[in-house]
Structure formats: C-alpha cells, structure tokens
C-alpha cells in the first residue's frame, strides 16, 4: 500500500532523495524484543553502487493512522548480486515495530535513500572504540565485518535480559565487549570512567557512537571537549529519543 510523505518527503525529493519499493521475502525472531526481516531491495543496491559502504541507512515509511510516519535502518548483510538485505528492529510500542512484528513474504514497504555517508578513519584507527545499543546493533556489525583485522573495545547498552543473546558479530581473540544495563546515566558514566585510559592519542583515536540523542549528545561533548578528540575522530549519531 503506498504511504503519502507529507512535507518531509517533498523535502526529501528536494534533495534528491530516490525512492524505492522493499518486498519481505521472511521474517525471523531473534528475541521477543529483536526480529529481523529479509526483503528484496527494489533495484536500491544496484542504484547505489560504489556508494554502499558500511552503517548505510535507509528511511523506511508507514502509515501511521493516515499520517506518515519514518524511521531509519541500517541495511544488514546486502548482496548487491541477488538484490537482497535484511533490517533489523530492536522492539518496543511504535508504529515501525508493529509494522515489524507483522511483516510476512509478499508485503511491502517504502524507503526513500538520502542522507545516508561513511567517511573512512583516516589513518586508520589502531583499535575502534564503540558505543552502542540494540538499536545501533545492525551498525555496529556493519563497522566490524568492514574493520576485520581491527581490534575493538565496544560498551554495549542493554535492556532486557534476552539482549545478552543478540548477534554481536565478535571476535574474542580482537573484540571486547563491555555491557552495560540501562539505567540513569550508567552508559556514560560506565563510558567515562574507561575510555580515556584506550586513547593514547587523541589525534590518531577513533570513536564510532550511536545511543539515544541525549547520551549521544553527553558523550559527543566529553570526547570533543574533555578528550580533545578532533571532529573527524569521532562518528555520533543520536538514534532514537528516550520517552
């Protein structure tokens, strides 16, 4: 069923945003508050070329009793040969994760690309310092898989018990991960207190970050200021608004 963009599609299109149809070939629960779902991509990965880099995003739109409504996913293991990927959606009460909790072979949905980039560390990064949460899971395995030989220290926020099980994509021989349980502050203070001790040199450091928009915003402060990382060191990105 095609959804009406209002103002923010007409903006889009003005910036040449393109739109493309997803179909849902399967759906899949990877916890009761994470499932992922396989479409085909509408001709978006051959559109998209050379530009399909790692936490590549798309806007998904649903309708949201007669009103538009969109929300942003990364894609999750595109092939650009068989035309396909998955998204994946970290649950919870909203339009997007009831779309999510339904979806079955043959519906579709309606994406718009625009906005979406990767710039590459350069130089590369000596170890990726990574902060996140279910929500920025997709994205953060996207960084991984693109960084294979690259060690990491990744603090990882967690909500419900059943987050323990998602899919980190790591490596125990390259990879640590520190969890961190959902509570007022903890991930920043958590973040604080250790990071500081992995960044030799701020020049040559490297910060990939995606949480809610005002730990995203504490923590892009902290790094800037108290750490002195220069802007290009550090990717942030607020993904969602705590209630």
Known sequence: MAVGK???GVVL???RGKDFTFTVTGAEEVTEHFRRVHLSDGGLLAAAGASLHPTMWVRLWFDNDGKPHQRAYTLVDPDPEAGTFALEFALHDGVASDWARRAAPGDTVEATVQGTGFTPPAPEPERLLVIGDPASLPAINSLLDAYPRTPA???FETQHGSDEELPLRVDPDRHEVRRVARADSA???????QLPELIADPESAYVWLA???A???TLTAYL???LALP???VNALGYWRAA
């Open 211 to 213: 949480c809610d928009t």
């Open 153 to 155: 220290t990744i603090w």
């Open 187 to 193: 991930l920043v203070t958590e973040v604080k207190s």
């Open 224 to 226: 800037r200021k108290d």
């Open 6 to 8: 209002g103002w923010e």
């Open 215 to 217: 730990t995203t915003r």
């Open 231 to 233: 802007k290009q060191r």
């Open 13 to 15: 299109k003005l910036l």
